[in-house]
């Protein structure tokens, strides 16, 4: 059934294979601190050049000033090219990313916004234009501090949510993902909390809540029919009061 | 040395037996749950797993408890045809043996007969591999479990959650939803371990360090069957060694990792 060393072969195999990556990384290592060492090893003798040529200067010291002066110029300048050159591309480089990333961030969560403040822009400008045209220049920077504010606002609610989610991954506490339901159905997510909900009815059935923002959820997303049916079985096995109450809401169009 | 390692290969053949359950941890608690999901008045129940979770190994230890106590029956094979699906309910649950084709208005109208008649305890249908029934078909179960005349535990294997709860006829009902998961390394090494010791094993149990374990788990992930197929190949290429004489440049005191992780290329867990 087995050979053997074939087996055996395959296995040293797979051994080399899986050491590969961390000789290429100890390879690598070994040779930035072989570079390093060799340009440090120059600097110090480039410096001790120095030394040497000041001694000899002695004897002429007014000379010899004059000729040394030029030459540390051109050696440390040699140097800066061939040692720091790279590393501040480096430098560039991780500048460049981290701006690179921080417009990323701002343009994903603009676009919530936008649902809300396009409409309030155009009333505010159209008032504006009707009063006065000198006054416009100063609401824009009120404007632009509103923005601001919603802005804050947004992130820290978004990064609760996430934070909230990231506990209850862990320890799947039925109050938590009701509370992230509810927090999204407040920020007009609708699909999530119908999601969250979904999940905390599948932990604990009996959470009169979050069976309400499920079924709110679900006549936000359209789906009406589906939700007065969800609701009238859970009032047939649970008798809830606050269900009842939604039911009618909802059958008499009050809540949309 | 050879019998040790001969009886400790097939304790890890895969077989479904529910003598050989393993109490896990884990599994207990979600045993208890789905125990409880039972007695409560719910219609449907979902229970569902990657495969190789232990979920009809679990299905077949639930049938045996409980049917010292109540009316349940395990399917667990799908009946695929329809006819065939509705004749054997009529046959489990009201006895009745049909010979002709039965669709599913003729049932219906069975169970709304027999609602008039008696109110004996809901009779449990388990129903393991469910993912192979077709949409149709599901649909008519759940319109069967509306009448509570008979209650379903529904076993799914499913990687992604997210695809049951999208499932149209899980979403207008209220169901209880049961997951079983792949082990950690502790509970594989308490799984391991019990099982070498059901079988009398005691030699082999404590070849198994930690470190050894470990490197199971990460080869597969905590899946009982690939852990079974690793660990079957693993004592037979112990047998081999031992009959070539190997073994002496083994140490036999502990499950060496070379010879795991020879069994996990001989079984494809590891791609050279
Ligand atoms: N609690 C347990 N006790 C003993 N053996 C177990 C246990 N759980 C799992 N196993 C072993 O794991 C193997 C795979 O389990 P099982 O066949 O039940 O998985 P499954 O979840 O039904 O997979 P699938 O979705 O492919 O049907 C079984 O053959 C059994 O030997
Ligand atoms: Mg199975």
Redesign the pocket.
Known sequence: MFNTTELEKQWLQYKIKSYIPYLIISLSLLIIILIVYFFKFDMEKSSTNIQTSIIKSKPNPKKEIVQIKPSPHILVEDNKKVQLLPSLDFMKKMQNASQLHRPTVKSIQRPHISDIRPKEETKHAKRKKIIQDNIEELPQESKKDIDKTINIERKNTQKDIYDIIKRFKKNNNPVLSLFIAKKYYELGNYKQAYNYALITNEINKDIDDSWIIFTKSLVKLGNKDKALDILKQYIEHSHSNSAKILRKEIQSGKFK | MDNIFLNSKNV?????NNK?????DR?SVIYQSLRDSISKPLKMILFY???????????S?LYNDLRQSQEVYLYSTPILDESEFYKTLAQDIFKIKHDAELNFTQFMAIVKHKEEEDSKETPIIIL??AQLYSQNLMEKIRLVSDTRKVKFLI?L?KTEKEDIIAKEHFQTRIWETIE?QNATSEELKM?IQK?LMQANCFDSVHMFTTKAVNRIHSLTNGN??D??KLLYTLFDLYTVYEKENKVSALKTNYISIKMIEMSAIHTGLINV
């Open positions: 890890f053949l895969d077989v479904i050989d359950y393993i109490q896990l599994v797993g990657k495969p190789g979770t232990g979920k009809s190994m679990f299905l230890k393991d591999e076993t294997h079983l799984y099982k009982y069957r852990t079974n």
